[in-house]
């Protein structure tokens, strides 16, 4: 069984808790958690259709803060979907509710996904979205975020155009991720860098 | 002319005296807004500054640890999570040292406490907060209540 498939039983007896005590907000809340495993699991369509279900909820209780959670969920599974229009439109209605209320971290979140989707539109100059919120997560002390958007930013890199150096990007990723036991993302990071080094030292002086 | 530091005297004296008098009590309007009073206070200072002062005798009341969790609560999207972490030890040190903290409050401390040291990338911390917040959980709350709600959880995907 899976990381994702205990996080998903454990939820599904999470859930049995809040319908039995009545905790309705908890148990709307907790179909972003479930909307992730699925995601975890690459099941991005029950993904997407979980975190609409959780959309329409929040939106019935006017929970601005859960409306635009699920946004960039959704935004994020037509992302991992391929569809970069519904993700953009999603993932920046979300963006912008939590820049108009000054939630930097959570817009942060989002904006990562939205610089993929500008690093595969636009190339190698699409990566001011990416490089805004790795600031972020830096400044706030977000390791892992971190680590995360710079793997992505590395691999989008790479995906556009091979011949771009991303061994700086990753040697640091790596380090951090190391630091802070994140195997996957190391493995990761190790994986663009170890061609990078291979160049390296295949390069004639 | 009053300085930061006489109007904070003031208050935690106000506080300890209203707590006094209400021992005992349910919570009342002035208990309550001389807690917010002492929040905003609290909440300009600097994380060892807040630190320091959540262990004034002064501040010893769970008024003033449920407001400073239920500022976290309002904030959890803006606030850095170092800072998040940082309201959850003080609310929780506040608990520590009153007769009157209560499971709920005790539970709600150590669950934005996992959900700050979660985006700090210190998990196993974090999972010894969520034992925490399991073992505080108030009786009547089904251990459902002890998972936390997912921002960006797809996001995380790929880190384990």
Redesign the interface.
């Known amino acids: 069984m899976s ?2 498939q205990e996080a998903l039983a ?2 599904e ?9 009545g ?1 309705a907000k ?1 148990l709307e ?2 179909w ?2 479930e ?3 699925y ?2 699991l690459d099941r991005y369509d029950e ?1 997407r259709r979980l975190h609409s279900a959780g959309l329409d909820s929040a939106k019935a209780s006017r929970d601005g ?1 859960l409306i635009a ?1 699920y946004l ?2 959704i935004g ?2 037509f992302f ?1 979907m391929g569809d970069l229009p519904a993700a953009r439109r999603h993932l920046n209605e979300a963006c912008d509710f ?1 820049a108009s ?6 817009r942060a ?2 904006l ?2 939205i610089g993929l989707i500008d690093l595969s539109e636009r190339g190698a100059d699409g990566v001011q979205a990416i490089e805004e919120a790795s600031a972020v997560f830096e ?7 971190w ?2 958007a710079r793997v992505d930013l590395a691999e989008a890199l790479v995906s556009v155009d091979l011949s771009i150096d991303v061994s700086d990007i990753c040697r640091e990723a790596y380090e951090r991720a190391v630091a ?6 190391a493995e ?1 990071a190790l994986a663009l860098l170890e061609p990078a080094v291979m160049r390296e030292s295949q390069d004639p002086m | 002319m009053p300085t930061a530091r006489t109007i904070d005297a003031a208050i935690a004296a106000t506080l300890e005296s209203v707590e006094e008098t209400l021992r005992g009590d349910a919570e009342t309007v002035a208990g309550r807004t001389v807690a917010e009073l002492a929040v905003d206070q609290l909440l300009k200072l600097t994380a060892d500054s807040l630190m320091e002062r959540a262990s004034w005798s002064g501040y010893q009341s769970v008024s003033v640890a449920r407001q400073m969790l239920d500022r976290l609560r309002v904030n959890s ?6 800072w998040s972490l940082c309201v959850a030890d003080a609310a929780l040190a506040i608990c520590d040292r009153s007769d009157h903290a209560t499971p709920a409050l005790l539970f709600e401390g150590h669950h934005h406490r996992a959900s700050a040291l979660t ?3 210190r ?1 196993p911390e974090a999972f010894q907060s969520l034992d925490a917040a399991e073992r505080a959980r108030p009786t ?21």
């Open positions: 990381r994702w454990l939820l007896e999470a859930q049995e808790g809040f319908a039995a005590c905790a908890w809340r907790s972003a958690c909307g992730a495993a995601f975890g993904s803060e959670i960039g969920n994020q599974a991992a939590f209320r000054g939630c930097i971290r959570g979140g989002f990562t996904t400044g706030m002390g977000m390791d892992a975020a680590v995360d802070l036991g994140i195997d996957r993302l990761r | 999207f803006r606030w850095g999570p170092a985006f700090l990338g998990f009547r709350m089904n251990s459902g209540c002890a998972l936390r709600s997912s921002q960006t959880g797809a996001q995380t995907r790929r880190w384990r």
